[in-house]
């Protein structure tokens, strides 16, 4: 039996066709989110990949910030659920979620059963969310699957004090225009995501296993800065950014099962 996850997101939209709820077949991302062709797109990427059609899905579960735009399912459940799910079917042990999207960031803690406890979002500012690394990517013209090798040489990171992303672009213009390295003011802006979005994985009380997902999560740079901050261990999920697909997969398999 196949099931399908979708997850269109603000930045990116993800697809998940899974077998018998329990073997991933295919799994997309694609940067582009919602309000656009990229829904489709990524679905018909996953199709193809997989040489199956969307009649031979038994279900489909759709989640995310654009999962009400989809015209092939009505199913739809939330991000939260989904990542949860998904962390807990390929991370068990965890029991911290952190979840840092294109405009929002959550942290989300699970009972032993992978069950959702409580969570914490910030979607209401840019800051401590890929959107500020987005700004900041395109400023110091780095693209972002460099940014985490600049990090990595970084000796000194710049402070980026400013807590709102439009003064924090000034900031950092103003330290290239001093000389700062972008090596250091790189770290400096996965820092000030990292202190950002340890307030949401404080409330939701962290412990341990501690894991990352998201696109954000695909930035090492980022991880590092939450370990120091957090001065916790962090498990990256495998495949990242699909992990809120992979659980709307496996809700769309345990629905189909009903
Ligand atoms: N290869 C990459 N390296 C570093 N960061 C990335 C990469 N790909 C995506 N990102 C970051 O991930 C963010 C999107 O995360 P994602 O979880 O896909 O968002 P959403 O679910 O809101 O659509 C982007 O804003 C970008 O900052
Ligand atoms: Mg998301």
Do not use: W
Not at 2 to 28: H, M, R
Not at 162 to 176: N, W
Not at 209 to 222: F, I, L, R, S
Request: include cysteine; aromatic fraction near 6%; hydrophobic fraction near 40%.
């Amino acid at each position: 039996m196949y099931t399908l996850g979708i997850d269109v997101g603000s930045a990116s939209s993800k697809c998940v066709i899974l077998k018998d709820g329990k073997e991933i077949v295919v799994g997309e991302a694609i940067q582009v989110g919602t309000g656009s062709t990229g829904p489709k797109r990524v679905l018909e990427i996953c199709l193809e990949k997989s040489g199956l059609q969307l009649e031979d899905m038994a279900e489909i579960v759709a989640t995310g910030y654009g999962r009400f735009s989809l015209d092939f399912t009505k199913s739809q459940i939330s991000e939260i659920s989904c990542h949860a799910k998904g962390i807990n079917f390929l991370v068990p042990t965890a029991r911290t979620i952190i979840d840092i999207g294109g405009q929002d960031a959550k942290a989300i803690s699970l009972d032993e059963n992978g069950r959702v406890k409580q969570f914490f979002m910030n979607d209401k500012c840019a800051a401590g969310t890929g959107r500020f690394l987005d700004v900041m990517s395109k400023v110091l013209e780095v693209k972002l699957n460099e940014m985490q090798e600049y990090d990595s040489r970084s000796k000194h990171a710049a402070s980026v004090s400013s807590t709102c992303t439009v003064f924090a672009e000034s900031e950092v213009i103003s330290q290239l225009s001093k000389g700062l390295s972008k090596e250091d003011i790189i770290a400096g802006v996965h820092q000030s995501v990292a202190s950002k979005v340890s307030g949401l994985v404080y409330r939701a009380s962290a412990i341990d296993d501690v894991v990352m997902c998201g696109g954000v999560a695909k930035n090492a740079g980022v991880v590092r800065a939450m370990e120091r901050v957090l001065q916790k261990k962090i498990t990256v999920a495998p495949t990242p950014q699909i992990t809120g697909a992979i659980g709307a997969a496996l809700f769309a398999y345990e629905q189909a099962n009903k």
